[in-house]
């Protein structure tokens, strides 16, 4: 029987495919190298209230008890925001002072005692004198983490420094764009029991979710007031969420009414009313609230936090309802099929560290042909006909049913924007992997938990949490991880490119990545058994090569030189294969499916 290929793995098509040289394309590929770019690490962008200093702050009794002093704290607070005296702030940063309700966080005062807990930004961008352009689109990345701390949230990741976080954004950098990654608040509560315990869940981490929404909008909105300075373009933002930086993406992308958080779900069955108090959190533009401290400075007044387009790898959208309102700026998406965490179709959040059920969500089986039907991503649907592995492979998976943890899932064939990962069936069981993409090392692993440990007194186990990061991620590695990197930069960037209105898109869909016009005939494509190839008129096929979606070859050079050849498919794995044919007439290259 064949085996499948992990068919989403990308390419090291640049030099498998081209067929000449060609010049290089802002945007769509790397323009720089690393010597080219540079990264200004930990630069202030917020000060807000943390949750993780004052649990208590999660409990709406509590609030609701000691809403005076907290206005109270709040409007000192502000007086010190407003007169720059971050010194003066101290009292509030100390979770020790229990006089003190409304601890706080951010500020430079902040940054060697506290670092994982201010908010603060990464910026990535190409060095001013290595590059001509000062208005650079920009892409903010949105951190995975379950909103917990890393560690404490029973996983490897949590913060803009994450491995992956750190590639994606490099890589953007040299791609031409300006990338931000911002760490936003932490705080919820995973493991409430009895029977309030799954109210507590859903409130805490609905809340959650929503405060960092408001703190990826102050990122963006400082970072838009600085456009000078990191040579930018303030009216062209993406954002790009990864894990439950998705979550947040999206809900940024789509929440555009309070009225949105009051649909039954959201609404708490103890009380009747919303789990999302704009009086005590703030609206959904991130202004206001009794526990909230954006809204009072020019640029939260001033500048607008608007987005161009959205991407996300994983993470789900919280309602199909919030697709209903304002017309969503464009929506790319990459997702495991079978991602343990968050749902491909519609299913439940789980809490990672308990296995616990959250809440009830539409995953990319179910928002992305809405977004489709609502015309949502036209701006890249079939304007051009993508002609690239990337896009072929996504669309070969739509229109298509598969196992699934609770029997099957079916791909929308309208799906324009979804990038589906399959990762094959072993043992007849399901590969639950739902982020291939990230890699750590084991070392490094052991020194953060015993610093961890060291500051909270905690009791973390650096190999347990290690060995639960490799079963949804079994063959981890960094080689891995960039494989399926480079797969989704190959689907976001044109897509990209189009939906922010930036680079040469011309030549997007018109021989991309060297596909050539037709002078052999490949068939039959899909093939099971066996392929002809046969040249057309009077051009002669000199030789074929064959390679799989890793680069591999799979077929070495054999040589022809006549107008007819033969392969038999029997050895070969299902899947799809580049075959580059050289000719008499040139080099063509073509995409073979093996089923």
Same mark, same amino acid.
């Given at each position: 029987m064949k085996k499948q290929l992990q068919s989403c793995l990308a390419v090291a098509l640049g030099l498998v495919l081209t067929t000449s040289a060609v010049a290089q394309r802002r945007y769509y590929e790397e323009i720089f190298d690393d010597s080219q770019i540079e990264v200004i690490s930990d630069v202030v962008y917020g000060v807000n209230v943390d949750f993780l200093r004052n649990t208590s702050l999660l409990d709406p009794t509590y609030i609701q008890t000691n809403a005076a002093q907290l206005a109270t704290e709040k409007d000192s607070v502000l007086q010190l925001i407003a007169t720059g005296n971050v010194v003066g702030l101290a009292p509030f940063y100390d979770p020790s002072n229990t006089s003190t309700l409304l601890k706080i966080t951010g500020g430079t005062s902040d940054l060697a005692a506290n670092p994982s807990r201010t908010l603060l930004m990464d910026v990535y961008k190409p060095i001013d004198s290595e590059d001509t352009e000062t208005e650079r689109p920009v892409i903010v990345y949105i951190h995975t983490g379950n909103f917990l701390p890393p560690i404490i949230n029973g996983g490897v990741g949590g913060s803009k420094s994450d491995s992956a976080a750190v590639e994606f954004c490099r890589q953007w950098a040299k791609r031409g764009y300006v990338a931000i990654a911002p760490n936003y608040r932490h705080g919820w509560n995973p493991t409430a029991t009895g029977q309030t315990g799954s109210v507590i869940r859903r409130a805490t981490l609905l809340n959650a979710v929503y405060r960092a929404i408001h703190d990826v909008k102050r990122a963006v909105r400082v970072t838009k007031a600085q456009a000078t300075t990191f040579g930018i373009d303030p009216n062209n933002v993406a954002l790009f969420g990864q894990g439950s930086g998705g979550y947040v993406a999206l809900a940024y992308n789509t929440l555009d009414r309070i009225e949105e958080t009051e649909i039954a779900k959201f609404l708490n069955p103890l009380t009747g009313t919303s789990y999302i108090d704009p009086t005590v959190v703030g609206d959904i533009d991130g202004l206001?609230?009794?526990?909230?401290?954006?809204?009072? #400075?020019?640029?939260?007044?001033?500048?607008?936090?608007?987005?161009?387009?959205?991407?996300?790898?994983?993470?789900?959208?919280?309602?199909?309802?919030?697709?209903?309102?304002?017309?969503?700026?464009?929506?790319?998406?990459?997702?495991?099929?079978?991602?343990?965490?968050?749902?491909?179709?519609?299913?439940?959040?789980?809490?990672?560290?308990?296995?616990?059920?959250?809440?009830?969500?539409?995953?990319?089986?179910?928002?992305?042909?809405?977004? #489709?039907?609502?015309?949502?991503?036209?701006? *890249?649907? #079939?304007?051009?006909?993508?002609? #690239?592995?990337?896009? *072929?492979?996504?669309?070969?998976?739509?229109?298509?049913?598969?196992?699934? *943890?609770n029997g099957t899932v079916t791909i929308d064939a309208n799906s324009e924007g979804l990038f589906a990962i399959e990762l094959p069936l072993q043992s007849n069981q399901f590969e639950n992997q739902g982020a291939p993409w990230e890699w750590w090392s084991l070392t490094d692993l052991q020194q953060l938990v015993a610093a961890v440990n060291a500051t909270t007194g905690g009791s973390y186990d650096a190999n347990a949490i290690h060995q639960d990061g490799l079963s949804s991620n079994p063959d981890m590695s960094k080689t891995k991880a960039l494989t399926y990197i480079d797969s989704i930069q190959g689907y976001l960037h044109p897509r990209l490119m189009l939906a922010m209105g930036i680079g040469d898109t011309a030549f997007v869909g018109e021989e991309e990545l060297g596909f050539n016009s037709s002078t052999v005939n490949v068939y039959p494509n899909p093939a099971i058994a066996s392929v002809q190839f046969n040249a057309v008129g009077n051009v002669s096929i000199e030789k074929i090569e064959m390679y799989d979606l890793t680069g591999k070859a799979v077929l070495p050079e054999v040589s022809v030189n006549g107008s007819y050849y033969f392969i038999d498919l029997g050895s070969f794995d299902s899947g799809m294969y580049i075959v580059r044919m050289h000719t008499s007439a040139g080099v063509q290259t073509e995409r073979l499916v093996v089923e």
């Amino acid at each position: 029987m064949k085996k499948q290929l992990q068919s989403c793995l990308a390419v090291a098509l640049g030099l498998v495919l081209t067929t000449s040289a060609v010049a290089q394309r802002r945007y769509y590929e790397e323009i720089f190298d690393d010597s080219q770019i540079e990264v200004i690490s930990d630069v202030v962008y917020g000060v807000n209230v943390d949750f993780l200093r004052n649990t208590s702050l999660l409990d709406p009794t509590y609030i609701q008890t000691n809403a005076a002093q907290l206005a109270t704290e709040k409007d000192s607070v502000l007086q010190l925001i407003a007169t720059g005296n971050v010194v003066g702030l101290a009292p509030f940063y100390d979770p020790s002072n229990t006089s003190t309700l409304l601890k706080i966080t951010g500020g430079t005062s902040d940054l060697a005692a506290n670092p994982s807990r201010t908010l603060l930004m990464d910026v990535y961008k190409p060095i001013d004198s290595e590059d001509t352009e000062t208005e650079r689109p920009v892409i903010v990345y949105i951190h995975t983490g379950n909103f917990l701390p890393p560690i404490i949230n029973g996983g490897v990741g949590g913060s803009k420094s994450d491995s992956a976080a750190v590639e994606f954004c490099r890589q953007w950098a040299k791609r031409g764009y300006v990338a931000i990654a911002p760490n936003y608040r932490h705080g919820w509560n995973p493991t409430a029991t009895g029977q309030t315990g799954s109210v507590i869940r859903r409130a805490t981490l609905l809340n959650a979710v929503y405060r960092a929404i408001h703190d990826v909008k102050r990122a963006v909105r400082v970072t838009k007031a600085q456009a000078t300075t990191f040579g930018i373009d303030p009216n062209n933002v993406a954002l790009f969420g990864q894990g439950s930086g998705g979550y947040v993406a999206l809900a940024y992308n789509t929440l555009d009414r309070i009225e949105e958080t009051e649909i039954a779900k959201f609404l708490n069955p103890l009380t009747g009313t919303s789990y999302i108090d704009p009086t005590v959190v703030g609206d959904i533009d991130g202004l206001g609230g009794l526990l909230n401290l954006y809204g009072n #400075d020019p640029v939260d007044q001033n500048v607008s936090a608007s987005i161009t387009a959205q991407a996300n790898i994983g993470g789900a959208l919280a309602s199909m309802a919030w697709m209903g309102g304002a017309k969503p700026v464009p929506m790319i998406t990459a997702h495991c099929i079978r991602d343990p965490f968050a749902p491909f179709d519609t299913g439940q959040v789980i809490v990672p560290t308990t296995g616990e059920d959250v809440v009830p969500v539409p995953g990319p089986a179910s928002f992305m042909p809405e977004a #489709d039907n609502l015309g949502v991503n036209d701006v *890249f649907k #079939d304007k051009p006909d993508f002609n #690239d592995p990337y896009t *072929f492979r996504a669309r070969e998976l739509y229109d298509r049913t598969y196992d699934h *943890f609770n029997g099957t899932v079916t791909i929308d064939a309208n799906s324009e924007g979804l990038f589906a990962i399959e990762l094959p069936l072993q043992s007849n069981q399901f590969e639950n992997q739902g982020a291939p993409w990230e890699w750590w090392s084991l070392t490094d692993l052991q020194q953060l938990v015993a610093a961890v440990n060291a500051t909270t007194g905690g009791s973390y186990d650096a190999n347990a949490i290690h060995q639960d990061g490799l079963s949804s991620n079994p063959d981890m590695s960094k080689t891995k991880a960039l494989t399926y990197i480079d797969s989704i930069q190959g689907y976001l960037h044109p897509r990209l490119m189009l939906a922010m209105g930036i680079g040469d898109t011309a030549f997007v869909g018109e021989e991309e990545l060297g596909f050539n016009s037709s002078t052999v005939n490949v068939y039959p494509n899909p093939a099971i058994a066996s392929v002809q190839f046969n040249a057309v008129g009077n051009v002669s096929i000199e030789k074929i090569e064959m390679y799989d979606l890793t680069g591999k070859a799979v077929l070495p050079e054999v040589s022809v030189n006549g107008s007819y050849y033969f392969i038999d498919l029997g050895s070969f794995d299902s899947g799809m294969y580049i075959v580059r044919m050289h000719t008499s007439a040139g080099v063509q290259t073509e995409r073979l499916v093996v089923e």
